[in-house]
């Protein structure tokens, strides 16, 4: 039963409750040691199906409720952000006030050492020198070159000097 595909469960479900119907409508049925009267097991088959259709009509309204929940969220999500740089920017970095809306004082990076300052500039300058990237003095420095054809042997005539005025 736990298998079962839920849809086919309860089609199987309400076919028991059919037959059950049908044939032994007001007897009392016997298996498996316990007894039975034919519409208690019917009313307890039918629990079942409506906790399956409550089951779902949850399931539905819940994702209705995410789907709402995300679309509420996008449209503040930048109002609070705004709000935040707001209060940020009146009150700068006053850990009470800021405090009081729930908010924490930008930390301040530390500043980093004369040997971290060497580092990073040695690092930045090996990986331009691996990507062969070159500043805009070096770029404009660089001419391109037409490659020469030899295709015509004769040279063209010369032109005829100009005519003096007098």
Avoid: C, W
């Avoid at 016997?30 to 208690?40: E, I, L």
């Avoid at 399931?59 to 999500?77: D, F, G, I, R, W």
């Avoid at 209060?87 to 301040?108: F, I, M």
């Amino acid at each position: 039963m736990s298998d079962t595909p839920k849809a086919t469960l309860v089609t199987q479900l309400r076919a028991l409750i059919a037959g059950t119907q049908k044939h032994t409508p007001n007897g009392n049925l016997t298996f498996d040691g316990t007894t039975y009267a034919a519409t208690a097991l019917v009313a307890l088959l039918q629990k079942l199906i409506d906790d399956f259709t409550a089951t779902d009509a949850a399931k539905a309204s819940y994702q209705v409720a995410l789907n709402t929940q995300s679309e509420t969220k996008t449209q503040v999500h930048p109002v609070v952000l705004s709000y935040a740089q707001y209060l940020r920017s009146s009150y700068g970095n006053a850990p009470d006030t800021l405090g009081d809306y729930g908010l924490a004082p930008r930390k301040v990076p530390k500043p980093l050492t004369a040997a971290q300052l060497a580092a990073r500039a040695a690092k930045a300058k090996a990986t331009r020198a691996a990507r062969g990237t070159k500043g805009p003095k070096a770029k404009a420095a660089i001419k391109g070159t037409v490659p020469t054809t030899e295709t015509s042997t004769t040279p063209a005539p010369a032109a005829a000097p100009p005519a003096k005025q007098s």
